[in-house]
Nanobody, 124 residues
Framework: QVQLVESGGGLVQAGGSLRLSCAASGRTFSDYVMGWFRQTPGKERVFVAAISRSGGTTRYEDSVKGRFTIASDNAKNLVFLQMNSLRTEDTADYSC?????????????????WGQGTQVTVSS
């Protein structure tokens, strides 16, 4: 059974940076596409970024392109989301699910095994 644990969230001022981490036990990251999604209360989960098994392909939601970077360290079973130039609208709970699908997909349905998430709050 794979368990995913997110960390690194917190309170930051607009324009600041945070780095989220996702650690996995069980099967290694290299077996899956890994993604980051975010969710605010009462809203659906929204795709943020994803990375392929090899790490060679990444995909980003338009509003985070150029500000967020996803990376993986398969040897350590870690996935990171470096978030720069944070905006108040980036405030959300961030989760890192895995996907068994081949391509790097942005739809929630492609992902399973969600962690508990880590809260990011950006103040103005």
């Amino acid at each position: 059974q794979v368990q995913l644990v997110e960390s690194g969230g917190g309170l930051v001022q607009a324009g600041g940076s945070l780095r989220l981490s996702c650690a996995a036990s069980g099967r290694t990251f290299s077996d899956y596409v890994m993604g980051w999604f975010r969710q605010t209360p009462g809203k659906e989960r929204v795709f943020v970024a994803a990375i392929s098994r090899s790490g060679g392909t990444t995909r980003y939601e338009d509003s985070v392109k150029g500000r967020f970077t996803i990376a993986s360290d398969n040897a350590k079973n870690l996935v990171f989301l470096q978030m720069n130039s944070l905006r108040t609208e980036d405030t959300a709970d961030y989760s890192c699910p895995r996907s068994r699908a081949g391509p790097v997909r942005a739809d929630v349905a492609a992902y399973d095994c969600w962690g508990q998430g880590t809260q990011v709050t950006v103040s103005s």
